[in-house]
């Protein structure tokens, strides 16, 4: 008999043979709850997304009190209180002057709005840059203009013909990047950058200095700095944002996971007054003439609104940032390689060196880890957790212990 296919056509899935890890019917705070009475937990926040915790009443409340209001409404030539709170409260806590939010909705179209913004306004300012510059290992989406700026890789290669040229300097070598710069950055439109973080490529950590050297350099040339900051935004590295360690301001950062707290998709491109400025003039032409369908949505805006009350009344990025002591306390089994953290993210090797995504240890891993209730999902060789806020130092520890003793359980001599 053959299996049936599924009708829902998973994610970065090959679906020959594949099999869901399970059916969530409910999920509340750190925990899924599945269909056949399982319940675990959370280790990476749904993707990353879910910042507090899942079904936080005061997000549920602020959805469902927009629903009834009004629901998508065009924001081409009206305004709205939802679109217009939230581009208040959240220009009010960006880096600097980034104060003029344009909408979308998801990360990868925060990222190509950002293309899109920066490559327009040198058009009309400066038309002779024609570079865009990205770092090896990055990760900005998986559309088109988003995995142009992303490493080349496995996932990516069918779609070699259709990249936008890019060129690619080493991550965290600010020297690298300064010479660069030195020689080719009165061509640059702009630079793309995962602040402190390359999350997708890895969990691989930069300090500050890299940042800030990257930022300088790009300043110096006239290039614009794009902050990537979907994945790390919103406390994730302990402080709201990846920028703020190095006291870096970008022309433009895009924002989407933790935007709405994980119950909506949403993305925003935050730019500087300069960048907004290129596009003011008598006509058209210069304007910005992008959109979406859904942009500016009033309940996914309405939902970011409370979102960043809630950070500020529950001292979310606080909660985010002191996850570090817990995972500084842990002892790394044999077998455990480059243990490293930051605020809420907490990652390590399973093979050194890091032979690359498709090293089948990790979905071993994963298997083995939600055998005792611990949802995690490696990439490639790479184990990391990135719980929602609501998670407990107790639990925290308890999904430590379960990383321990599933690294020594699937260890490599074991299983040969
Ligand atoms: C996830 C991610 C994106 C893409 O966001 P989507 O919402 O999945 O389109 C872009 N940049 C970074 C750094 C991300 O982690």
Redesign the pocket.
């Given at each position: 008999m053959t299996r049936a296919l599924p009708a829902v056509w998973h994610p970065f899935t090959q679906l020959q043979a594949f099999e869901p890890l399970g059916e969530v019917v409910r999920a509340e705070g750190a925990w899924l709850h599945l269909s056949d009475g399982r319940r675990v937990l959370d280790g990476i926040a749904s993707?990353?997304?879910n910042l507090h915790g899942h079904a936080h009443p005061r997000l549920v409340a602020a959805l469902t009190n927009q629903a009834a209001a009004f629901d998508q409404v065009i924001l081409a030539d009206f305004t709205h209180a939802p679109a217009a709170q939230l581009s208040a409260a959240l220009a009010a806590v960006l880096p600097g002057d980034l104060q003029h939010l344009f909408f979308s909705d998801?990360?990868?179209?925060?990222?190509e709005v950002a293309i899109k913004m920066a490559w327009q306004a040198q058009r009309l300012t400066d038309p002779g840059r024609h570079r865009l510059v990205a770092f090896d290992g990055?990760?900005?989406?998986?559309?088109v203009g988003?995995l142009s700026v992303g490493e080349k890789g496995p996932y990516t290669g069918h779609f070699d013909g259709l990249r936008l040229p890019v060129d690619f300097l080493p991550w965290d070598d600010a020297d690298a990047a300064a010479t660069f710069f030195r020689t080719h950055g009165h061509e640059v439109v702009a630079v793309i950058v995962?602040p402190m973080v390359?999350?997708?490529g890895g969990m691989r950590m930069a300090p500050p200095s890299f940042l800030a050297a990257v930022a300088q350099a790009a300043k110096a040339a006239g290039a614009l700095l794009i902050a990537?900051?979907?994945?790390?935004g919103f406390g994730r590295t302990g402080r709201l944002w990846g920028c703020d360690h190095a006291d870096v301001v970008p022309d433009l950062l895009?924002v989407?996971?933790g935007l709405t707290g994980g119950l909506l998709?949403l993305?925003i491109t935050a730019a500087r007054p300069p960048v907004y400025e290129a596009f003011l003039g008598a006509d058209k032409r210069s304007a910005f003439l992008h959109g979406h369908s859904y942009t500016g949505n009033p309940i996914a805006c309405a939902v970011a609104v409370e979102n960043l009350v809630v950070m500020r009344d529950e001292r979310t990025v606080e909660r985010l940032a002191a996850m570090a002591s817990v995972y500084a306390a842990w002892t790394p089994p044999p077998g455990v390689h480059h243990v490293r953290w930051l605020g809420s993210l907490f990652a390590f090797d399973l093979v050194d060196p890091d032979p690359g995504y498709h090293n089948p240890i990790g979905r071993r891993f994963q298997a083995a880890a939600l055998r005792h209730g611990l949802y995690v999902r490696p990439l490639g060789p790479v184990v990391y957790l990135m719980p929602p806020a609501v998670v407990t130092d107790d639990e925290l520890r308890w999904a430590l212990q379960i990383l321990h003793d599933v690294a020594i359980e699937i260890a490599p001599s074991r299983t040969a």
């Open positions: 993707w990353w997304v998801d990360g990868s179209t925060a990222v990055s990760y900005h989406g998986d559309t988003a995962e390359q999350c997708a990537d900051e979907v994945a790390v895009c989407s996971k998709p993305g």
